[in-house]
């Protein structure tokens, strides 16, 4: 049997001005995979993720966590930011602190850690990221990419069970991009159950163990890459593109310039499909 981790039944969220953003949404997330929500601009995904540790309560609906229905206490919602981190796709919505270092260790000292702890994690956190050269500027001074890598250190601090990243690759350059992706699979590694949400298709087919894609606050479909994006439907309803390897590989598969029958996730097994 599976093990789910968050379960959403008939969730529905509207906001104060009427915009209906979820719409009876219910989905599984599986304890240890790694996630990504796919969905044009508006599609709902930011909604949703701030469903998940209770910062927006849903209109309708509920969300389970480890089996058990989320509640709005604030003492229940002390504890489920400490079990859900998310990292918001804006970072000047998140940084607060008046320096790097102060704002990595934020979460952390609330965690009622020993100081040495507090210590290591920083100072991990810090390194991990690629932001520990510039641990004592002013976040404000910061250029976006390195507030977007701040912001992902102040909740990889917390050491979550579940880690969700609204559009973490959004503005970094290719190297930090490839950093980060790294970063993630080494978390995922030690069983942290990781969502994101991405515009890069080519990332997520590449990255995702499981896709969703949402539409109008609804799910319009899901799986894994390789039966996502072969739904030619889903693709459409969603109003998505396909990856790029994806593409090729059937284009080569179609005009017989290639008979392997499993699809390659990524740019280099694709080029060891055509021998190069
Ligand atoms: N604070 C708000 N007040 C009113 N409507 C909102 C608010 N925030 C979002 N919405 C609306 O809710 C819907 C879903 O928005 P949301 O930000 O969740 O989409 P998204 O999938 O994250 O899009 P993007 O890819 O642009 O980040 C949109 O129609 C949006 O206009
Ligand atoms: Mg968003």
């Known amino acids: 049997m599976k093990d789910y981790i968050i379960e959403l039944n008939n969730l529905t969220f509207k906001y104060s001005d009427g915009t209906k953003a979820i719409n009876n949404l219910n989905l599984k997330i599986e304890r240890g995979k790694k996630i990504s929500f796919l969905g044009i601009n508006g599609a709902g995904k ?25 509640k709005y206490s604030h003492k229940e919602l002390k504890k489920i930011r400490q079990k859900v981190g998310i990292v918001f796709q804006d970072p000047d919505t998140q940084l607060f602190s008046a320096n790097v270092y102060q704002e990595v260790s934020f979460g952390a000292m609330n965690l009622n850690l020993e100081k040495a702890e507090v210590k290591r994690r920083v100072d991990k956190a810090l390194e991990d990221t690629n932001v520990f050269d510039f641990k004592d500027k002013p976040t404000h001074f910061l250029s976006y990419g390195q507030k977007k890598r701040v912001s992902i250190a102040d909740i990889l601090v917390m050491e979550p069970e579940v880690v969700i990243l609204d559009e973490p690759t959004s503005s970094l350059d290719p190297k930090h991009s490839a950093m980060i992706e790294e970063l993630l699979n080494d978390i995922n590694k030690t069983g942290t159950t990781l969502l994101l949400s991405t515009h890069d298709i080519d990332f997520a087919y590449s990255w995702s163990d ?67």
């Open 210 to 276: 499981y896709i969703f894609i949402l539409k109008n606050g609804e799910l319009v479909g899901e799986g894994t890459p390789e039966e996502v994006f072969e739904n030619d439907h889903w693709i459409e309803a969603g109003a998505i593109e396909k990856p790029l390897v994806f593409e090729v590989y059937k284009a080569l598969k179609a005009k017989e310039l290639i008979n392997d029958d499993i699809i390659p996730r990524n740019k280099k097994q694709l080029l060891k499909l055509i021998g190069t």
């Open 46 to 70: 930011s909604t949703l993720f701030l469903h998940l540790n209770g910062i927006l309560k849903p209109t309708k609906g509920e969300i389970i966590f480890n089996k058990v229905p989320l």
